[in-house]
């Protein structure tokens, strides 16, 4: 039997059940939003286009905040620089919890640093951004590292010899290898034949999760998680990626000296240690595979798709380009690798940056929170429990504070002077309790790899720059640029 017949089947089933327990209904008193329909909440409503053009589409209608089912379940959305910030800043506490992401459940079922919540949570976060702190700025700091990896990404890119190629592989790597020589205490070649399995998982399992299938999963994830579909393949992926990071972990334990602790696994390893005869601690193996798979799945994927979606702008426009190789050769030159004190002298080159971000808008709909207790907020009352989107696109693309933001325009960073200014409504890496553990490390990646690739080559494509087309593979919990060729042509 076709998937699309049970799937029909299942819906009529729990419609008829629904129908007789009455409409859904939650205590508290809710954001308005549109009626829903018992169990299939209101999918009707959603835009074919995907969740993020449903919602900005219902916007139009309830405004900044107001709720929709999915499913049977309701969600609060918060739409509009203000409303995020007036939940994620001014009530950060009630606001801190992490909702799930339906697709990806069955994997962290609520354990390591992303998706964990409580007092899980908080001990996991202190432990992970000390332990990165410790390991990222101790004998060799990120930026040691970051440039070591780029000169050998410009080693790389000087072999192709300006021929045409895919850069979704050699990105992934080069940001894989940060995070894996802070947590595993090691990077790899470009080649390593488990290392390039690893990076086709973790992008084919971002493509997925922001797939239409893991949207509508999003809806029905309690009757469809026993149907095939992509959330069979992401957990897949995935629990592959864990068997790699489980390997890694008994390496360790075989060579763990508590003496000189190597990496972020020898340092959780000596904590687990230390902490054994306390039933109530967190430092498991359950929560040390799932820390580790969020901290490398999230600081490989999150940095190569925005230099993907950088240099596919940059191959749009390429008058930006030359702005930016201009201002590199005044200030860096040719001589010396670029260092993050260089920041402060290239506005232009750290507005366009910005604009990358801010235009590639990679978690469009934000990673989902839900409230810890009770909250008031604009006159409502949310349950505890309810899950909270923060839809950060309607922030990076606010009209209030960007002044043409459906164009790719670094002036957005720029005040009148030519000096980089700050913007309230730049949050690609969220605000708040939840805000992003990587922030610092990504913005030092996507300084120094940017220019150390621009400071050694011009880029070209094989199309004209108006047919270059921006239009995103997928645009669901992430959002992933179109595939496409570039050349790296030494300077």
């Known amino acids: 039997m076709e998937l699309s017949t049970l799937l029909l089947l299942a819906l009529l089933l729990g419609l008829l059940i629904l129908l007789a327990r009455g409409h859904p209904n939650a205590h508290g008193h809710l954001p308005p939003g549109p009626r829903p329909v018992p169990f299939l909440g209101n999918i009707l409503q959603m835009d074919r286009r995907g969740l993020l053009k449903s919602f900005l589409k219902l916007r139009d209608k309830y405004g900044d905040v107001f709720t929709v089912y999915l499913g049977s379940r309701p969600v609060v959305m918060l739409c509009g620089t203000e409303a995020i910030r007036e939940a994620l800043v001014d009530q950060a506490e009630a606001f801190s919890g992490r909702g799930k992401i339906a697709v990806v459940d069955q994997v962290f079922q609520g354990y390591g640093v992303i998706f964990a919540n409580g007092e899980r949570w908080k001990v996991l976060r202190r432990f992970s951004l000390a332990t990165m702190r410790d390991f990222g700025m101790g004998k060799r ?196 690798p670029p260092a993050l004190n260089d920041k402060a002298k290239m506005p232009y080159t750290e507005a366009v940056i910005h604009e990358i971000q801010r235009f590639g808008d990679l978690l469009p709909i934000g990673v989902p929170h839900i409230v810890n207790k009770d909250t008031q907020f604009r006159g409502y009352i949310i349950p505890k429990g309810t899950e909270i989107f923060p839809i950060l696109n309607s922030a990076l693309f606010d009209p209030r504070y960007f002044d043409t933001p459906d164009t790719f325009n670094p002036d957005h960073f720029l005040d009148s002077t030519g000096a980089l200014k700050k913007n309230e409504a730049f949050i690609p890496f969220s605000i708040g309790k939840r805000i992003c553990l990587g922030e610092g490390i990504a913005r030092a990646e996507l300084f120094l790899f940017f220019t150390t690739i621009l400071q050694n080559f011009s880029v070209a494509s094989p199309m004209a720059p108006e047919d270059i087309d921006l239009t995103p593979q997928e645009c669901g919990v992430g959002k992933v640029p179109p595939t496409y060729q570039i050349r790296f042509l030494s300077r």
């Open 141 to 336: 700091s990120v930026e040691d590292r970051i440039q070591e990896e780029a000169q050998c990404l410009v080693e790389e890119l000087r072999k192709s010899q300006g021929a045409l190629q895919d850069p979704t592989i050699i990105f992934h790597s080069i940001t894989a290898n940060i995070i894996c020589s802070i947590i595993l205490g090691k990077r790899f070649d470009y080649r390593d034949p488990e290392f390039v399995k690893l990076l086709d998982m973790f992008y084919q399992s971002f493509a997925l999760i922001s797939s239409s299938s893991s949207q509508l999963f999003e809806f029905f994830s309690g009757i469809l998680k026993y149907f095939p579909g992509t959330h069979r393949q992401v957990c897949r992926n995935l629990q592959e990626v864990k068997d790699f990071i489980g390997r890694s972990v008994e390496k360790h334990r075989e060579t763990l000296d508590p003496s000189t602790p190597r990496d972020f696994i020898d340092a959780y390893l000596l904590r687990m240690d230390k902490e054994k005869s306390n039933p109530e601690s967190e430092f498991h193996q359950q929560n040390l595979m799932n820390t580790m798979l969020s901290l490398f799945f999230a600081g490989t994927e999150t940095t190569s798709t925005t230099l993907r979606y950088g240099f596919l702008l940059l191959l749009k426009y390429p008058h930006i380009t030359e702005k930016v190789h201009k201002e590199i050769d005044q200030v860096i030159g040719s001589h010396r």
